[in-house]
């Protein structure tokens, strides 16, 4: 659900959240690593009808399409369950589990007569998990011996805890300051979950280099806001991004106050240092106008600016880049000429 307190057609209530109110938002993700496939808003009551199946059926229907026939587990709660459900998706080669709601029509006698009780009686429903009991994983406090559950519960918390964590991660994450439209609600979420997913991909391709979901977030930002820093300073960029900009505009870099700031390290690595945005690169041309190509040229420096994150050495790069519209002109003659 994507809270949202305000007037809306489709709002719709939840009592099981911390936020009550909100919009109704359907995943569809990999139950391993939690990364969100498909996401789908409830848009309020359809004006076509629902197949004959039901409009959850048609909905698990729709979210698994290019999906049958590989031998994928579908897992999912007692909101989408039913044995119609499970059958279709098996004869398409998609295997079912997931919790089951008995007042549901066409569950039959024999379905409702086999319970579990955990805190509560829970019923499952599955076309691969048995029923034998197996071990959790835990053992009880008091005695030490093994908990064993049913193989299909634990089969079944395993996969839709993960589905639960991505939820819970990207409602600390997102966007959350008041805004008057619920539709820019809608997009901060998507773009959180969107984050989230590249954090998911990270995490996976990069197992060696732990990294945590918030710190990766902020360094996506600097990134991004480098990016368009980058595209707005001459000689960094060969591929302008956003419109270009004219003589007449102010240039950022001049105007204001900017301070030397370290640059921080967001991983095992403490000491981080970047290629000098000035005097690496106007080393780097030098070098290539008396015909020698190298990848890396002058200094690199620990410090960045506050404002611009432009990796600069501190004297005299930091003052040439920050009062010289051609800062790179201004280092050859001032810097390279006394050489
Ligand atoms: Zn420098
Ligand atoms: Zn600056």
Not at 142 to 156: C, K, S
Not at 282 to 309: H, N, T, V
Not at 312 to 327: A, G, Q, R, S
């Amino acid at each position: 659900m994507v809270p949202w307190q305000g007037n809306l057609s489709f709002r719709v209530y939840n009592p099981d959240k911390p936020k009550k109110y909100g919009i109704k938002a359907y995943m569809f993700c990999d139950a391993v690593t939690g990364y969100c496939l498909r996401l789908k808003l409830y848009p309020g009551k359809s004006e076509t009808p629902a197949s004959a199946n039901g409009a959850t059926y048609d909905l698990v229907m729709d979210m698994m399409r290019g999906y049958f026939g590989q031998g994928y587990i579908l897992y999912m709660d007692n909101y989408y369950s039913s044995p119609q459900l499970y059958t279709d998706l098996f004869v398409l080669g998609c295997g079912a589990t997931g919790t089951l709601r008995v007042n549901r029509k066409g569950i039959p006698q024999r379905i409702k007569d086999k319970k579990y009780h955990d805190r509560k009686v829970v019923y499952l429903l599955s076309t691969i998990e048995e029923a034998a009991k197996a071990p959790c994983g835990r053992v009880a406090p008091r005695t030490g011996t093994p908990i064993e559950n049913p193989a299909i519960v634990n089969v079944y918390n395993k996969y839709m805890g993960g589905i639960d964590r991505s939820d819970q991660m990207v409602s600390y994450a997102t966007f959350n300051a008041r805004t008057l439209k619920w539709w820019k609600r809608v997009i901060f979420h998507v773009i959180s979950l969107a984050t989230l997913n590249a954090y998911l991909c990270y995490k996976t391709l990069t197992p060696r280099k732990p990294m945590l979901h918030r710190v990766f977030r902020k360094q996506l930002v600097t990134e991004l806001v480098q990016s368009v820093n980058r595209a707005c300073v001459p000689g960094m960029s060969t591929k302008p991004v956003g419109r270009p900009s004219t003589a007449a505009e102010p240039i950022m870099r001049l105007q204001g106050q900017h301070f030397p700031m370290k640059i921080v390290g967001t991983g095992i690595k403490k000491n981080i240092t970047r290629a000098c945005v000035v005097c690496s690169v106007a080393e780097r041309q030098r070098l290539e106008s008396i015909g020698e190509k190298r990848k890396r040229a002058g200094k690199e420096s620990s410090y960045q600016c506050d404002k611009c994150l432009s990796a600069l050495c501190v004297d005299p790069c930091f003052k040439l880049f920050h009062t010289h519209k051609d800062y790179i002109a201004a280092y050859k003659t001032r810097v390279m000429v006394n050489k």
